[in-house]
């Protein structure tokens, strides 16, 4: 019995559609790993030579310029330098944050850790759900985009303001949009709506930068006497 042609290349088109998904989500994970792991070495450099953060100046300007780096260079080799730029870079400006609560908290290291395993254990977890329930959260994009403009407008007003319980409040939304940003790449990922594995990195990148220095300052807040 003949197998209908269109059939056919309907399984053809889900089978490369699927492969094409996996390529990107393999890309992603592998190139995510690659950029946490740097960053990480690039706090540790910061943290063990003792070199002072850059300001909040010089940081929205390096962060922001490097990333709008990152999305005009996405498709290119070029790419790949300016995300490990961009990561390296924030690592850079973790490292006097995490020395500050290691110094100024008598339980310092305990706020760290937990900070570093809740936000393992998070990213974990959100990407494993994603996964495993095949859905899309689009719908999740325009909340999104909404609530971390916000979100980021609050933070610069507690910052300049010297607003404390703002700040706190702020972190605590960024731990809700960081988790839902997770959900929502990682839905776009599985579903084709992110096929450059780049740009989908980035995004998890920040998530899990945001994520981890949001729960440092609730965890250091909590613990501080």
């Keep these: 019995m003949e197998r209908n042609p269109v059939v056919i290349q309907q399984q053809a088109a889900v089978r490369e559609s699927a492969l094409a998904t996996n390529k990107v989500l393999r890309n992603t994970y592998l190139l995510l790993s690659a950029t946490l792991a740097f960053s990480a070495a690039m706090a540790g450099v910061a943290l063990a030579f003792g070199l002072p953060h850059p300001g909040l100046m010089i940081t929205l300007v390096g962060y922001f310029g490097l990333l709008f780096a990152v999305h005009k260079t996405a498709n290119s080799a070029l790419g790949l330098l300016f995300v490990f730029l ?9 490292g006097p944050i995490i020395g500050y609560y290691l110094q100024a908290i008598p339980n310092g290291h305990s706020v760290v850790m937990n900070a570093f395993g809740i936000t393992a254990v998070a990213f974990v977890g959100l990407s494993a759900y994603a996964i495993r329930s095949g859905s899309r959260f689009s719908f999740m994009g325009g909340f999104l985009a ?52 780049i740009l989908a990195t980035v995004t998890l990148y920040v998530s899990i930068f945001n994520l981890f220095s949001s729960l440092l300052h609730l965890l250091g807040f909590a613990s501080d006497d």
């Design 86 to 94: 961009l990561t390296g870079f924030m690592g850079y400006t973790l």
């Design 146 to 197: 909404v609530g971390i403009l916000t979100a980021f407008i609050l933070g610069l007003v507690a910052i300049f303001f010297e607003m404390p319980m703002l700040s706190l409040a702020v972190s605590g939304m960024f731990v809700l949009l960081m988790s839902g940003l997770i959900l929502y790449q990682t839905g776009e990922i599985l579903h084709g709506g992110e096929t450059n594995y």
